[in-house]
């Protein structure tokens, strides 16, 4: 069977990083974290001491001074390991500012497109269906309630260590939920996105719910 293209779009939170990358390993698809890539350059700014609400300066740093890619479950960013310092409490708080700068995510999708072009991938966003793969032969839509949500990643953060309590981690999400909606208006649901509210479902669930419409896709 060919493969397929598949997009997982949502909100922050709802479950598309896990899902997605459980879904390629189950498929052998290539995973690709968008979300990841924006860490990275907060990620480098903040690490450069450079100042995040200067718009022309967050696009010459992508431009010339962000060498990023995927090895296996590692996130590369110009030769450093930057998996879970991507995920810090300064990291989430400070990645919806440039998230909201156009003419950035626009030179940042020319790189996501560029990671997906031989298909057989899997990408997670908040505009993948929409915007960075309008062509996806599968685009998922991944939703779940704020409360479960600020669970999740309350959760998450303390396994890795991360010192959080729930409400900072809400009030996180309320912002980034904000930003996404209005602010940058990244986030979209496509007419021909299937939505799946993953609230009340377990990650096994979820991954062989999409599987399966993946499947039906690529015969």
Same mark, same amino acid.
């Given at each position: 069977?060919?493969?397929?293209?598949?997009?997982?779009?949502?909100?922050?939170?709802?479950?598309?990083?896990?899902?997605?990358?459980?879904?390629?390993?189950?498929?052998?698809?290539?995973?690709?974290?968008?979300?990841?890539?924006?860490?990275?350059?907060?990620?480098?700014?903040?690490?450069?001491?450079?100042?995040?609400?200067?718009?022309?300066?967050?696009?010459?740093?992508?431009?010339?001074?962000?060498?990023?890619?995927?090895?296996?479950?590692?996130?590369?960013?110009?030769? !450093?390991?930057?998996? /879970? *310092?991507?995920?810090?409490?300064? &990291?989430?708080?400070? @990645? #919806?500012?440039?998230?909201?700068?156009? %003419?950035?995510?626009?030179?940042?999708?020319?790189?996501?497109?560029?990671?997906?072009?031989?298909?057989?991938?899997?990408?997670?966003?908040?505009?993948?269906?929409?915007?960075?793969?309008?062509?996806?032969?599968?685009?998922?839509?991944?939703?779940?309630?704020?409360?479960?949500?600020?669970?999740?990643?309350?959760?998450?953060?303390?396994?890795?260590?991360?010192?959080?309590?729930?409400? !900072?981690?809400?009030? /996180? *999400?309320?912002?980034?939920?904000? &930003?996404?909606?209005? @602010? #940058?208006?990244?986030?979209?649901?496509? %007419?021909?996105?299937?939505?799946?509210?993953?609230?009340?479902?377990?990650?096994?669930?979820?991954?062989?719910?999409?599987?399966?419409?993946?499947?039906?896709?690529?015969?």
């Amino acid at each position: 069977m060919s493969k397929i293209n598949i997009a997982i779009d949502g909100p922050a939170g709802a479950g598309k990083s896990t899902i997605a990358k459980l879904l390629a390993k189950e498929l052998s698809y290539t995973y690709i974290d968008t979300g990841a890539m924006y860490r990275a350059l907060t990620y480098l700014l903040i690490k450069k001491d450079l100042p995040l609400t200067d718009e022309n300066l967050v696009l010459e740093t992508l431009r010339n001074d962000y060498d990023f890619s995927f090895e296996g479950e590692k996130i590369i960013l110009n030769g !450093e390991d930057i998996t /879970n *310092l991507i995920r810090s409490n300064e &990291i989430n708080a400070n @990645v #919806s500012t440039i998230v909201a700068y156009k %003419k950035m995510r626009e030179l940042m999708v020319e790189k996501q497109r560029e990671l997906s072009n031989k298909k057989g991938v899997v990408m997670d966003g908040r505009d993948i269906g929409s915007v960075v793969l309008k062509d996806a032969e599968l685009k998922i839509f991944l939703v779940a309630s704020l409360e479960e949500r600020a669970r999740r990643r309350f959760l998450e953060n303390k396994e890795k260590g991360i010192e959080t309590t729930y409400e !900072e981690v809400e009030e /996180n *999400l309320k912002k980034r939920d904000y &930003i996404d909606t209005y @602010v #940058s208006k990244a986030l979209v649901k496509t %007419k021909d996105a299937i939505e799946v509210d993953t609230t009340n479902m377990s990650i096994k669930e979820v991954v062989a719910r999409i599987k399966d419409l993946a499947t039906t896709r690529n015969r």
